[in-house]
């Protein structure tokens, strides 16, 4: 890592007393841990205030890459304002704005293209009131993020029309959405000005959301309209959302307004004069209700999708998001101890590509791995290949590739059943036919957990664990389905992320023969596991199945009765299984009860890890 990152994190360490972190891998922050629970309380609003504590990050990390070729101003200030953004914008508010609009109707997520530009202004703002030459960076920060951006929508226009009276420039925006910029002037300018978050945010509900949204009210007109120009032009990509009413709705229009839309298919719905347009709208609410409510129905998801990609730009680039079911925008907040584990790795990992030989780039290319590596991996392969090629063949035959196929008994049909034939005609039932039917695919989650506490240098252990991982991954991996990786001592850290490339995490698994060390928390361990497979399964909406591997008592945190309780509450939201080696064995039965796997030989253990995988897999597809 060059020296200029690093002099560039301490002066700001200096300044924010946080630690923060160069990376060639991404922005990043991370929270207490021990705070995060009551950190997502506050920002759903579900408390009403917390300790300074709870919600100043314990580190934040910066993407090296993004600032390789810019000035050095720039690029300490760039990280100033995400640092700036991240320790004062008042989380609770980004949701109370999104219920409250959501609440009159509106996509939620529409608040938040007001939001989140006046909030990243705001931070721009605090840093200059301190640094006054950092002015010019700041607005050459902001002038680089709106430069690509070409809205069509007018409260889009109008939140970029806020930019630019910031910067003292001129919109080039049309003259009704300038005139609204000019009468939010003022309040705009109070707002960046207020220091108090309630009182800051009560002029946004009060003085700038009333006449932001009549804009808002036209964006939705004007998304009726390009609905009806995506499907005359047809679409490129596979909408899940949008189906064959939207064609129907296309072809009810009257001839002269279908032509007109067909004629401006390749532009945008503000192409269209306004006097067609308002026919146009005219047409479509004469339409029957049970096509209105589609119509409606698809432009509240496109309107979120719109949105959503508008606010990325302006949001906390340090912070993940997700998108709730009801179109709500929310920020996932991370411990930093995985951060840091993670940013550090990644730095090193940069470094030590340079020096690698042209045939090891070229093992890390095909395999993700260097010449050396590789060839250890394939020993341990080569180990528990029998296994592979098992359990590879067992689970392919649970999991159905077949587009279709003829199964079942019925009176009628095109096609005979013969294994029904011996049954049904000496009953002389008749439901002798078979009918086409089509295998349900069952998409399953897994997340995997291993010990590796100081206990596992033991007989070689983390060596058999190693391969049991190793088993399951390529089992999984082969099979195309999503699965994470963590392994814990006192803490947790992420080997393999769901959706990350197996290939890249292989090089993580080689380290672990000589990372081994440290106390065991199971509680903390299976309370991360048990969040992030969560999350997964609510997003991809697939089942998941948690599997622990342990060899020995917690050290550390929860313990006895309160551990047990823990397991108890985490297996009613996730179906978890321990399995234990060792001196864990009889630990692993009174913690886990039923779902508990003891190894009597550390040997075994491979086969183990294969069973629990079968028996959770045939259980899960035989529930409808």
Known sequence: MKERWKALANLLEDEFDIEIQPSYEGWGAGYDPKYLPLLEMWARGEVDSVPPAVRTPRGVVFNVVELMKKPEDYAINAVRHEVSYLLNTHFPHWRFGQREVFRAGYVPVSFLVLFSVLESLKADERIISKVPSASYSLKNRIKDV?????????????????????LGEESPFPQEVQRVADSLEKSFFEYLKEEDPNFAYDIVMEDLWPKFRTLVDQAKDLNYVDLLLDEARGRKRQDAHKGRIMTDILKKLPDNLREVVQSYKDGVSTDIPPTERKEILKALSSLQDWMKDYLKQMSYLDMLERDVAFVRHFLPKTLEVDIEHRGFLSFIFKGWEEESASANSSMRLQQEEKDLSEMDRKYKKEHGLTEEEFKRYKMIVKSILPYVDHFRRKFDNLLPKEEELWGGSYLKGKRLNFKRLPIEVPIRRGKIYARREIPDRKELVFELLIDISSSMKKEEKILNALRALILVSEVLNSLGMPFSIKVFNENVYDLKAFEEDYRSAKPKLMELLSNVGGGTDLGKAINVGADSLELFTKKSHRRGIMILFTDGEPTKGLKGEDLKSLISQIKRKVPTVGVGVGQA?????????????????????????SFVVENQLRRLLSVN
């Open 146 to 166: 709106i430069k690509n951006l070409s809205p069509n929508y007018p409260h889009h226009q109008l939140a970029l029309a806020l930019i630019y009276k910031w």
């Open 585 to 609: 064995t009889s630990m692993v039965k009174e913690y886990f009860e039923k779902t508990g796997i003891s190894v009597d030989d550390i040997s075994k253990l491979p086969s183990a890890f």
